[in-house]
Structure formats: structure tokens, C-alpha cells
């Protein structure tokens, strides 16, 4: 018993890193909103959806749950690796597209720049096999 004790007081606490600028990722579909805030390299940081806010159903899809989101993440981002610029990456063609981005001015976060990296489909799908006479 007194070993278990030893071991978890002799374990370091990990000191707050410090992320001056940064990502945001956009996942907007008709369905939810995913917001993911990201460090330079891409490795998320702070992650947050419509339906982790409680929304449920077709509440997901709206605005104002993508605003609810976007709020929940940047609180987070803000307070433990103390976030202040970001570029916006938003993806899909959802409601929460503009909401989400607003939500930063309540938190400081500037945005540097916005792109549009939703898919574009090229070629589309296999068709068809020939219907037989």
C-alpha cells in the first residue's frame, strides 16, 4: 500500500505549453459541426462537436450549435496553451461555416486567414454495369 502512494507523489506534473498561433479546423456537414483547434504541425489540441455539446437530432446541424461549439473549444484552447492567432480551415457545406468563425471574436483568437478545403468531386462515382437485353 505505501508503495502505490511513493510512485503517485513522484510523479511529474507536465508544465502548460505555450502555443502562440495555431489551426482551426471546420468540419461542417448538414448533421453536426466538428471543431478541432490544432498547433502548427496539425496535432489537435483541443477538439469539440455539436453533439458533445448536447445538441441532439437536427439541433446539430444549426448555427447556433456550431457557435456552442466553437465557444467550448476556444475556452478550452485559450486557457491551457494560451492560443491567440489562427488560420481557419473550414471543410463541408454545413450552417456552422460562418457561426463558427464569429465565435472567436468573444475569445481574442485573430484570425490570420480562411480557406475552403472541401472536397470537390472530380469524375464521380463508378456507374453502373449495362442493363442486360
Known sequence: MAETTAKASSKKKRSARSVPTGQLHIQSTFN??????????G???SA????????RGSK???????Q?????????????YSLSAVDVFVSGVGLGRDAAVRALANYDITVNSIKDV?????GGVRPRKARRA
Not at 32 to 41: C, G, L, Q, R, W
Not at 68 to 80: D, G, T
Open 43 to 45: 496535432n489537435v489540441l
Open 118 to 122: 472541401t472536397g470537390v468531386p472530380h
Open 32 to 41: 453536426n459541426t466538428i471543431i478541432s483547434f490544432a498547433d502548427p504541425k
Open 48 to 55: 469539440c462537436s455539436a453533439g458533445a455539446c448536447g445538441f
Open 60 to 66: 446539430k446541424g444549426t448555427a447556433y450549435a456550431a
Open 68 to 80: 456552442v461549439a466553437a465557444e467550448k473549444a476556444s475556452e478550452l484552447v485559450r486557457a491551457n
